[in-house]
């Protein structure tokens, strides 16, 4: 995450992947609160930007965005929050559920799970049950 965070945001980056780190080293952040974390930062970004001032249609250029890289930052700390907070709930869940597997040869009581498909023919028939063992022909 350190690596990440300074490869994206250079020193300033690595400095706030260092404070992230130290945060969480005595106790973990519960993958909730670094997800509301995320919220508010992401929640703040329009205002940090509203608070520099909009620039004109004369001076709208990319200077504009280069000029503040605050806006950068906290985008990039936000998403770091948020994806480590929803690997953290996955890995808190145990991760998808496995897929079901044969049942126990005990586990029904001599019943089967699923009866077998009839045909249109059975289905037709259902009321003359022990009229005839097969399908109807055509």
């Known amino acids: 995450m350190v690596v990440l965070l300074w490869l ?36 703040a970004l329009p ?8 620039p004109t249609r004369a001076t709208l250029s990319a200077d504009f965005a280069a000029g503040s890289l605050l806006p950068h930052l906290l985008a990039g700390v936000a998403v770091t929050l ?4 929803v690997l953290r709930d996955v890995r808190a869940q145990g991760g998808p559920p496995a897929p079901p597997g044969p049942a126990p040869p005990d586990a029904g009581h001599g019943q089967r799970a699923l009866a ?6 059975e289905l037709e028939h259902a009321g003359d049950a022990g009229a005839h063992d097969g399908p109807t022909p055509r």
Request: aromatic share 0%; glycine share 12%; no cysteine.
């Open 8 to 43: 994206l945001g250079g020193l300033a980056g690595l400095l706030l992947g260092v404070v992230i780190v130290v945060l969480e080293l005595p106790h973990p952040l519960a993958p909730r609160r670094l997800l509301i974390a995320a919220l508010l930062l992401l929640l």
């Open 47 to 54: 205002l940090v930007v509203l608070a520099r001032g909009l």
């Open 82 to 85: 948020l994806v480590l907070g």
């Open 116 to 121: 077998p498909r009839s045909t249109a023919g």
